[in-house]
């Protein structure tokens, strides 16, 4: 495994302390070891980079990330993008994250069934690169929520999976977890684009239910939640990534 050593550095180690002049060893995509001052590491035929006195940092994590998410600015509808093409832009969008520092990535959710799963895969097999993923489902979303974009003149697509009832959405969360996904995602409340983002849409018997299948298969819950009472719900059952929180009330976040 090949070992690089950077020399004349400052190096930032995210602990809060002053950056400090040193040298840091990676052995394949792991820091090896860090010196301070005047003290150097041993090359023992080791790549050398000379940082020309620049400040070196570990990389950087994004926990609520979308890279297999397509550019909605120039969408009518996300959820109209072909699974294929879905592919090649989560993979350039995972060139890009890397090559801005972020070498890790826990998904906030995807915008094709596999999207995620297959990602990281690849990168975890060195086919292509990109930051360490937490790959997750599309959004659960039940009829009627934020993400439900179908038309009852015709079948229309989204980037998200409906489930309604406690049933149902065990069943899909067994689904997806079968597929190999790291995180469920659900949406329990709504949000400004689309609808009231004070409401909470799902039920509770809905959340109860994927987490008691994420806890026992070993997952992680994810959920999409801005409303006070999605936000209790989060915390009622478990959930791992509470994501916005926007109307998270005093009183009831303090009572939890």
């Not at 409906?162 to 079968?178: K, V, Y």
Request: proline letters at 4%; hydrophobic letters at 35%.
């Amino acid at each position: 495994m090949s070992r690089t050593i950077f020399t004349n550095v400052r190096i930032f180690d995210g602990t809060g302390e002053q950056s400090f002049p040193g040298e840091v060893s990676i052995q394949g995509n792991q820091i090896g070891e860090v010196v301070k001052g005047s003290e150097h590491l041993l090359r023992d035929g080791a790549i050398v980079v000379d940082g020309k006195g620049a400040t070196l940092m570990p990389g950087l994590v994004n926990c609520h990330g979308h890279v297999a998410y397509t550019d909605f600015a120039n969408l009518t509808e996300p959820g109209d993008v072909p699974p294929e093409e879905n592919m090649l832009i989560a993979a350039r969008n995972a060139r890009t994250v890397l090559d801005h520092g972020f070498t890790s990535i826990v998904s906030g959710s995807t915008q094709k069934a596999r999207v995620d799963i297959t990602l990281r895969n690849e990168i975890n097999a060195g086919r292509i690169p990109g930051p360490r993923m937490r790959a997750c489902s599309p959004q659960f979303n039940p009829t009627g929520g934020p993400w439900d974009a179908r038309q009852l003149h015709m079948h229309h697509e989204s980037i998200t999976v409906i489930a309604d009832g406690g049933d149902d959405a065990q069943a899909s969360a067994r689904e997806f977890i079968r597929e190999g996904v790291d995180i469920v995602k659900l949406t329990i409340s709504g949000d400004e684009f689309s609808s009231n983002e004070k409401e909470t849409v799902m039920e509770e018997d809905e959340v109860a239910a994927v987490s008691q299948v994420v806890r026992s298969r070993g997952k992680r819950l994810a959920a999409h939640a801005r409303s006070d009472g999605a936000v209790l719900l989060c915390m009622r059952y478990g959930v791992t990534f509470i994501y916005h929180g926007t109307f998270a009330s005093e009183s009831n976040f303090g009572s939890s």
